[in-house]
């Protein structure tokens, strides 16, 4: 039988033998710039639902984690305890599907809209107060344990990597020059270096009925500074529309915050998160400067990379009505 | 050039609605890409109306800011490395609220729905 999963179904017979079957097939529609594809695996008198992800965008100047070192850190970080979906098996080169890995499949919901009509105020703040955990436990694991996330840029200084980053397209934006000035002048102190998940965010974490079930989407995870992982969630693009509810359109910050300490975090500082906050929306807003040039430059055309270029002010605006302390 | 009627701003808001009443009876990735090509030709149609007036407003607001009368692009970049040289470090207030300004004009085109009231033109 040879079907659009052929190659993953050899990929999997490679490893659970000839016997191992894939079905009740899903391939969801708004993968991005990966393969994805969901499937149960029925091998050794068991089954289990799967997800398999490949990366099909691969230019040089992706800033993206290779996908072994994400499968590298998933593992660690489900080792430790956070919630993660557990990774199964790495594609290699004798699969021939490029670069990519395969986990176990978490049910629930992550599109922010569909979360937010399903749950009340009380599940809302529980939610916030299990991603206060979550980080909890992901910035106490030991950074030695993911040696190699030492090298990769954002590692070494995230805020000089965006700005090489921002350079390379060549564009004059004042907004995010402003931004970049801002967080020259303001800088914190920087305090002990953990491992971030770095791309933590509404719509990158998987809601139950219980709860938060797993954190997704690992591609920007590297060392760093813990609250740049809290200046992101609260990142007003983030909110959804509730923009009252700084914490990822969930919660207030301060009960959120003191959800952290109470499990094990590092005290808080509001004006730090602010900071890494802010480096959020100048990142947001250059991530969709990159969206327009691999438009316009690199070939990779459409009309949602197209829109996310334009979408570039609507980010400049919050970030600058943020720096003028209009919004918070 | 003397064109016939409709006018191209007439033009993209007919194409916009045609694609916001199939795009509903498409599925998937189709009906979502209907929904942001309805959203770019909004876009396109707001730039031909509004862009004139703000690229002179931006213009004459930069020529004075910088003391200098070049083409818009020109200014802007001046604008943006002098910024870096922190040549307004002691004038931030005055320069964000250039640029806030600036952006809202921006986002007025893009989608004037999301700024905060304050910002936002009568209807």
Redesign the interface.
């Known amino acids: 039988m040879t079907d659009e999963v052929d190659d993953i179904r050899r990929a999997v017979r490679r490893r659970f033998g000839n016997d191992a079957e894939i079905g009740n097939v899903a391939i969801p529609?708004?993968g991005g710039v990966n393969r994805t594809v969901i499937f149960d695996l029925t091998e050794g008198g068991r089954t289990r639902r799967l997800v398999s992800r490949q990366e099909t965008y691969s230019a040089e100047d992706n800033p993206f984690l290779p996908a072994t070192q994400q499968y590298k850190v998933m593992q660690v970080a489900f080792d430790e305890g956070v919630p993660v979906p557990e990774p199964v098996f790495e594609y290699d080169a004798a699969d021939g599907m490029g670069n990519g890995f395969v986990t176990a499949f978490v049910a629930g919901e992550t599109m922010p809209q569909r979360i937010f009509r399903a749950v009340d105020s009380d599940a809302r703040l529980k939610i916030a107060t299990d991603l206060a955990a979550l980080l909890a436990k992901l910035h106490a694991i030991d950074a030695a344990k993911v040696p190699f996330l030492e090298g990769i840029p954002d590692s070494v200084d995230i805020i000089g990597n965006y700005l090489r980053l921002f350079d390379s397209y060549a564009e004059?934006?004042?907004?995010i020059?402003?931004g970049?000035?801002w967080l020259e002048?303001n800088r914190p102190i920087f305090g002990p270096r953990r491992v971030v998940h770095g791309d933590f965010r509404t719509g990158n974490f998987m809601v139950g009925p219980d709860g938060v079930r797993a954190a997704l989407d690992w591609e920007c995870a590297h060392i760093g500074q813990p609250m740049e992982d809290f200046g992101w969630l609260c990142v007003r693009s983030w909110r959804f529309g509730q923009i009252e509810l700084a914490v990822g359109g969930f919660a207030e910050r301060a009960p959120v915050y003191a959800a952290y300490e109470a499990a094990g975090g590092d005290r808080i500082d509001p004006d730090v998160v602010r900071f890494w906050e802010i480096f959020g929306l100048v990142r947001w807003a250059i991530y969709n400067v990159m969206q327009a040039y691999a438009h316009c430059e690199r070939g990779r055309r459409?009309?949602?990379f197209?829109?996310m270029g334009?979408?570039t002010?609507?980010v400049?605006?919050e970030l600058?009505?943020t720096?003028?302390g209009?919004?918070s | 050039m003397s064109q016939d009627r409709p006018s191209i701003n007439d033009i993209l808001l007919t194409v916009q609605k045609f694609l916001d009443d199939a795009g509903p009876t498409m599925s998937g990735e189709a009906k979502y890409h209907a929904q942001v090509s309805s959203y770019l030709l909004g876009i396109c149609e707001r730039e031909l109306r509004l862009a004139g007036d703000y690229d002179r407003k931006e213009a004459a607001q930069l020529s004075e800011f910088l003391g200098s009368k070049k083409p818009l692009s020109e200014m802007t970049g001046e604008l943006c490395e002098n910024i870096r040289a922190g040549k307004y470090d002691n004038d931030w207030d005055q320069v964000l609220n250039m640029v806030l300004e600036q952006t809202i004009d921006k986002v007025k085109v893009v989608k004037p729905r999301h700024l905060a009231p304050m910002h936002r033109d009568a209807e």
């Open positions: 529609t708004l004059a934006h004042p907004a020059e402003l970049f000035r002048r459409g009309v949602a197209a829109a334009r979408n002010s609507l400049e605006y600058l009505m720096l003028a209009k919004y």
